[in-house]
């Protein structure tokens, strides 16, 4: 039975509009059960997800049951994957097989659309396909289904959709064993005649070609002080009465970027007036982890980093990243064609933090440049 994905990710599991209400007795109940390993993964994934609804840490979960703080959210999201495919009329085979086993399978499915997913499911039990092979299609498959009408040949079924990922990377490989693969894999999963008689001419055609490569992601760096400036309230015009001067809340900093929060919901955060962010018509911020963004390189998977969306770019170009909406939670992606999926935004640019060595040096006035 496979219970702990082995594969990491920066997914993060869903969490409550409200913290679920546990008394004591039913926390140790639900801690006792993922001690002992009763029931399926799919129990253990919602006992996780309980146990962070009545607020403990992950940290704390760990501490309590021995399933370490990545187990537990792929268990939470892979079980959510698992009702959305309930939900979505999976067959019987299927649901029996995933109920015991496949977790790390149905994680990866976290990225399609919740519509698809019994689809995908479903044809992933038909084919035997692993975590692994399932891992390596499934972006194929979303950027299929997102595509506003089928490429020629092709038909929007699950299989065309994966033939269709696999015809792609045999037109781009010039190794003709590894080619030929790439086609046999392309052949076994096609539906549609006219996917195969596609495919099949590939027999014969050799031609390489290449395949578009994403762009870079706009990382930038805070170098100096000057790229960091510093929000401060205002309280009013003179002359200005006592009370409305009193009013005026403290600013705390927080953060890497000199987070600003107020009493409603929202935050106030400073960037520099860099060019590319003074383009943008409608700017806004998210806060996120480096190993969050698509492609991040190795390495700086824990570092936050402060992403700036334009929300009036909603026009697509092959050259930029997008945010979309992914079963209600926004999604950064690149579309090599026009995508048939509302767009709610362009990527402007991925600011990381300013590094500081020696954070008290900053505090120091007396300090100065040799």
């Not at 911020?285 to 700036?308: F, M, R, S, T, W």
Request: glycine residues 6%; aromatic residues 10%; negative net charge.
């Amino acid at each position: 039975m496979t219970a702990y994905p082995p594969s990491a990710s920066s997914a993060k599991p869903g969490e409550p509009d409200s913290p679920e209400s546990l008394d004591q007795l039913e926390i140790q109940s639900t801690v006792q059960k993922l001690r002992r390993k009763e029931g399926s993964w799919v129990d253990w994934g919602k006992a996780c997800q309980r146990l962070q609804r009545a607020k403990m840490s992950p940290q704390d979960v760990f501490e309590a049951t021995g399933f370490e703080p990545i187990q537990q959210n792929q268990l939470i999201v892979a079980a959510q994957v698992f009702d959305s495919m309930l939900a979505g009329g999976v067959s019987e085979q299927t649901a029996t097989h995933y109920q015991t086993r496949g977790s790390d399978s149905l994680y990866e499915f976290r990225i399609l659309p919740q519509e698809r997913r019994a689809t995908a499911a479903d044809f992933a039990f038909s084919h035997g396909l692993d975590s692994e092979q399932v891992k390596e299609i499934v972006k194929g498959l979303r950027d299929f289904y997102y595509s506003e009408t089928p490429p020629p040949g092709f038909e929007k079924t699950m299989g065309d959709a994966a033939a269709y990922y696999y015809w792609r990377l045999a037109r781009q490989q010039s190794d003709l064993q590894a080619r030929s693969r790439l086609i046999a894999q392309s052949l076994r999963f096609a539906t549609s005649d006219s996917a195969r008689s596609k495919i099949e001419k590939l027999l014969i055609d050799f031609t390489v070609v290449s395949s578009k490569a994403a762009p870079r992601l706009p990382i930038f760096r805070l170098e100096n002080e000057a790229d960091s400036p510093v929000i401060v309230p205002v309280a009013g015009r003179m002359p200005l009465s006592t009370a409305d001067y009193k009013q005026v809340p403290m600013v705390e900093p927080e953060d890497a970027f000199g987070l600003v929060k107020f009493s409603g919901t929202g935050a106030w955060v400073p960037v520099p007036g860099w060019q590319v962010i003074l383009k943008t018509e409608d700017p806004i911020a998210l806060l996120a982890k480096y190993g969050q963004l698509p492609n991040p390189p190795d390495g700086y998977d824990d570092e936050e980093v402060l992403i700036i969306v334009d929300r009036a770019k909603r026009q697509w170009d092959e050259f930029s990243y997008f945010i979309i909406d992914a079963d209600g939670k926004i999604e950064i992606s690149w579309f090599e064609t026009q995508p048939d999926v509302q767009i709610l935004g362009g990527l402007a640019l991925i600011m990381r933090p300013k590094k500081i060595f020696d954070e008290d040096y900053t505090q120091e006035y007396w300090q100065t440049d040799e």
